[in-house]
Structure formats: structure tokens, C-alpha cells
């Protein structure tokens, strides 16, 4: 079983700077399989990317996705207020769908 | 638009079965491509994926949780349901169902807004 594992586990920044949060995989992963969700407290998660790096309908091109491999990464260009969140890597792979523990975006 | 929502009882005692429902509106379990899928989060925790089914019926089951559950889909009634057996207090958590868009991309982008289970006596 592939384990995603996210860091850091707590990003404290400003409205207004780059977050740039990591996914990475105990082994080599397709990125086609690789999504980032979202999630506000209360709220069911979001999707944000899928395919590592085709965002999903409506979402605004501040946020961002690149890898391959083993790592991966979701870039916030500039934060909102909005943004502050915590934000998850999933993965999926031989029927099975992994995800990471997430990483909380917390204004500084 | 497609929208999800759950729904069963908020309380299941120990050892008893949870069952949940999850209504599908604005669409159709049986239009394809799409992995409806049952997923949970302990209270302040990550999110763990429970299951799936496919319009055709075909399931495949987190392997931790394989020999308890069960979903299947009633695609004249446009829901999927979820029964876990023998349940604990580990079991209690928020309980999401979600729309995977399937192959070649994988990813859930219909939610629903969660309902909360608590396993108490």
C-alpha cells in the first residue's frame, strides 16, 4: 500500500504570500492518479487538482500542481482569506484510494 | 448539477450495524463512468476512504474495513447505501459521500455535506 505523507504538517503564512505545500509518495506513483482537495472547517473536503496538475472546475488559477514520482506539490500563488485551510494529497492506485494527513494553511 | 446527500441514523449502540444512505439528485447513478464512493473522518483527524461502487454494481472495499462493509446501489431509486457491521466507537466519525470522476483521472469532485455517526450505548 502506498503511503502519501504531506509536510509540513502546519504552514503558517500571510494573505497575500506563496504556499507551497508537498506530497510524498513511499513509492513511484502515476500522476494521473494524484488529486489535492481542500477542506474548510465544517465542510466536506473540495476538490482542487486531479491528474497532479489540471485544476478542477472553477478553481482559481492561483492554486497549482506539478510533480511526478514520488513528489508532488500544490502552490497557493498568492493567498487569499479564503485559502486558509487544510489542504490533502490523495492518491489512487490498484483500486485503492490513499490519503495523505494533511496540511493545515493557518494565517500568520 | 449533481448533489449528493446522506442521510441514517446519527447514533448506532456497539456490536449493531451502521446504515446510511446517500441520495443522488440532479443526475444518474446509471449514466457511467463515475465511482460512487463512501468515505469517513474520525473527529479532528484525515480522511479515510471506505468503498466504492460502480453504476454496474461491481465494489471494491478498503481492506481494513473489507470484511465489515457493504454498499450497494439502487439506481432506480438514485441512492447508494453503506452497512458496516459490528461496529465500535472507533467507527465513529463524519461520513461522506462522493463522486469519483474514475478513469483516465481519478478525483471526487461531487461531495456531500457529511453526516455525523456516533457509536455509544
Known amino acids: 500500500e502506498i503511503v502519501l505523507t504531506q509536510s509540513p504538517g502546519t504552514l503558517s503564512l500571510s494573505p497575500g504570500e506563496r504556499a507551497t505545500l508537498s506530497c510524498r509518495a513511499s513509492q513511484s506513483v502515476s500522476s494521473t492518479y494524484l488529486a489535492w482537495y481542500q477542506q474548510k472547517p465544517g465542510q466536506p473536503p473540495s476538490l482542487l487538482i486531479y491528474g497532479a496538475s489540471s485544476r478542477a472546475t472553477g478553481i482559481p488559477d492561483r492554486f497549482s500542481g506539478s510533480g511526478s514520482g514520488t513528489d508532488f506539490t500544490l502552490t497557493i500563488s498568492r493567498l487569499e482569506p479564503e485559502d486558509f485551510a487544510v489542504y490533502y494529497c490523495?492518491?489512487?492506485?490498484?483500486?485503492?484510494?490513499?490519503f495523505g494527513q494533511g496540511t493545515k494553511v493557518e494565517v500568520k | 448539477q449533481v448533489q449528493l446527500q446522506e442521510s441514517g441514523p446519527g447514533l448506532v449502540k456497539p456490536s449493531q450495524t451502521l446504515s446510511l444512505t446517500c441520495t443522488v439528485s440532479?443526475?444518474?447513478?446509471?449514466?457511467?463512468?463515475?465511482?460512487w464512493t463512501w468515505l469517513r473522518q474520525h473527529p479532528g483527524k484525515g480522511l479515510e476512504w471506505i468503498g466504492y461502487?460502480?453504476?454496474?454494481?461491481?465494489?471494491y472495499y478498503n481492506p481494513s474495513l473489507k470484511s465489515r462493509v457493504t454498499i450497494s446501489v439502487d439506481t432506480s431509486k438514485t441512492e447508494f447505501s453503506l452497512r458496516l457491521t459490528s461496529v465500535t466507537a472507533a467507527d465513529t466519525a463524519v461520513y461522506y459521500c462522493a463522486r469519483d470522476l474514475g478513469s483516465p483521472y481519478f478525483g471526487m469532485d461531487v461531495w456531500g455535506q457529511g453526516t455525523t455517526v456516533t457509536v455509544s450505548s
Open positions: 440532479g443526475g444518474s447513478i446509471s449514466s457511467g463512468g463515475y465511482y
Open positions: 461502487i460502480y453504476y454496474s454494481g461491481s465494489t
Open positions: 490523495q492518491h489512487y492506485g490498484s483500486s485503492l484510494w490513499t
